[in-house]
């Protein structure tokens, strides 16, 4: 019964175009995003709340931080606030919402349509986490499957087929994600062929080489990823009913999925009238969340972050800089 409740809001966004962006105009991306601004009064405010979290949180000083804030209330001037927002980290599990927004782009173009295996495969990996889910999404995406080694003939062309999100990435004018790889359990599921691919030093873009880690691993930037949301938020990157179908799959709910009161479902929760699309991460160091915060007026915000730190950190840093954010620029009457 509660997984048939989940495909309600996707069954009406994708038949009536329904969510955050579906009245926005279209226009190039690369447009938009060049129109981006960087604010002093935004980054202030950023920059104050950071060093208040951090002062009433000593473990906060203690880990890396990357932090990208877009306030999209005017439509024709985006303004950015950003912390070490141009450093890529590794984004764990914040990465599956690219491929989501891929696979409804290669719908859009008639290159592949989502059917039922598709449709199941995505709640997975969206709404479970699923690192198996998104291992058979990308191979879908890109035509490539699992095995053992390639000749080397062979591994041109799986190499080739693989960087298609990446090319995707690229037209849309986004350069500093670097989104080629599954995810993976680390139960025997990285061997052969995939390993050949992590491995691939001639591969631009991954995360530098440190002792014996792979030299083409995910690497996204806090300031690319909420500029690939932006696009999502204001119909960009796809269709009117695509993004909002994707936007529905990524709708956060903390009452729904508790563990989410510690990143921006549950910062935006503590105030009214906001819905929150996002997706979390969660792998060894890494803590992080970026996501679409949209009041009931209309008015949006992305916030990214990815905290690394050993221990890791798990506190509430996340879900404060939210409502702090959510606060000032959606619903400054409720501060």
Known sequence: MHRCLWFVPILLATVFGIGAGAESPQSDPRTYLASIRPSSELQAFLDQSVASLEASDPRLRQIDVRIALLDLSREDEPLLA????????????????????????????GRQPIDAEMDRLLTQMIHDSSNAATREVVARLTGTVP??????????????????????????????LHCVNPTYDGDGDLFGRDR??????????????????????NAMTATGTAKLLALLATDRALSPASAAAVRARMRRDPIEQP?????????????????????????????????????????????????????????DFIADLTFRCAAQLLAPAAK
């Open 82 to 109: 950003q912390r070490h927002g141009d450093t890529p980290i590794y984004p764990a599990s914040v990465v599956k919402f690219v491929y989501l927004m891929a696979v409804y782009a290669w719908q859009d173009s």
């Open 147 to 176: 095995g053992p080694d390639l000749t080397p003939d062979a591994y041109q062309l799986f190499r080739e087929r693989r960087l298609a999100v990446q090319r995707w990435l690229d037209a849309l004018g986004i350069a500093d």
């Open 196 to 217: 050949q691919f992590l491995s691939d030093r001639s591969i631009v873009g991954g995360l530098p080489k440190r002792g014996d880690q792979f030299a083409n691993r």
């Open 259 to 315: 563990h989410l009161a510690h990143r921006i479902a549950g910062g935006a929760a503590r105030l009214p009238d906001l819905e929150v699309y996002s997706k979390s991460g969660t792998w060894g160091p890494i803590y992080a969340d970026a996501g679409i915060i949209r009041h009931i007026s209309g008015r949006q915000i992305v916030l990214v972050v990815f905290t690394a730190g050993q221990p890791p950190y798990h506190g």
